[in-house]
Nanobody, 124 residues
Framework: VQLQASGGGLVQVGGSLRLSCVASGRTDDNDERGWFRQAPGKEREFVATISRNGGVTYYAAMLKGRSTISRDNAKNTVYLQMNSLKPEDTAVYYC??????????????????WGRGTLVTVSS
């Protein structure tokens, strides 16, 4: 499975971005999908995850209420809509996929496939 994230860019404080992550290769709708981010000098951290059928979502506290994760299995695509962006949201955002049994994974170790990441820069 190959994951390609896009949609990052430079945005002002309070702005919005929608990130996309398209899966290719051996793809199906049985993968749990998630978003993580890594800011300069910091460890990668969990952002949001969505269940296989899109019915359950879970967010990290720092973006809860400001972001929405969704998926379109017909397009093998997961989205992360982020609103009211803050300078501390500046990071490289990575999408990930997990084929493991279970759902709603917040630990990066649970994910089998990773995209290259897309840079989000929030300017003040």
């Amino acid at each position: 499975v190959q994951l390609q994230a896009s949609g990052g860019g430079l945005v002002q404080v309070g702005g919005s971005l929608r990130l996309s992550c398209v899966a290719s290769g051996r793809t199906d709708d049985n993968d749990e999908r998630g978003w993580f981010r890594q800011a300069p000098g910091k460890e990668r951290e969990f952002v949001a995850t969505i269940s296989r059928n899109g019915g359950v979502t879970y967010y990290a506290a720092m973006l809860k209420g400001r972001s929405t994760i969704s998926r379109d299995n017909a397009k093998n695509t997961v989205y992360l809509q982020m609103n009211s962006l803050k300078p501390e949201d500046t990071a490289v955002y990575y999408c990930a996929a997990s084929t493991r049994i279970g759902t709603i994974f917040v630990d990066s170790i649970r994910y089998d496939y990773w995209g290259r990441g897309t840079l989000v820069t929030v300017s003040s």
